[in-house]
């Protein structure tokens, strides 16, 4: 079993700051790529940033204002988000895409997309 636990969300004023982490925990074998999504109310959910294991991240949406590194010795990607708009207000998901052991670790899986439960980030004005 894999989990992908998050956690730093919350409410703050516009102009302020947060960082988000999410730590996949289970019998791991190797993590891919790790990402950050967010959906806001009646809204589609979208790629906010990517960080490709051996390759350069990538922020996708509020360039300039979030950053996105990994960890892969905690099996960890943050994201920091500085100088927040009200219209980042959503619920932040992160997506992990890895590959795992069985339990008794003689093999293991393809390599497969598992997301977090979503952390909600609210932006006042």
């Known amino acids: 079993q894999v989990q992908l636990v998050e956690s730093g969300g919350g409410l703050v004023q516009a102009g302020g700051s947060l960082r988000l982490s999410c730590a996949a925990s289970?019998?791991?074998?190797?993590?891919?790529?790790m990402a950050w999504h967010r959906q806001a109310p009646g809204k589609e959910r979208e790629l906010v940033a990517s960080?490709?294991?051996?390759?350069?991240p990538k922020v996708h949406s509020a360039e300039g204002r979030f950053t996105i590194w990994r960890d892969d010795s905690k099996n960890t990607v943050y994201l920091q988000m500085n100088n927040l708009e009200p219209s980042d207000t959503a619920v932040y998901y992160c997506?992990?895409?890895?590959?795992?052991?069985?339990?008794?670790?003689?093999?293991?899986?393809?390599?497969?997309?598992?997301w977090g439960q979503g952390t909600q980030v609210t932006v006042s004005s």
């Open positions: 960080a490709p294991a051996h390759l350069d």
């Open positions: 289970g019998n791991i074998r190797k993590i891919d790529e």
């Open positions: 997506r992990a895409h890895l590959s795992i052991y069985s339990s008794d670790f003689s093999t293991y899986s393809d390599f497969a997309t598992y």
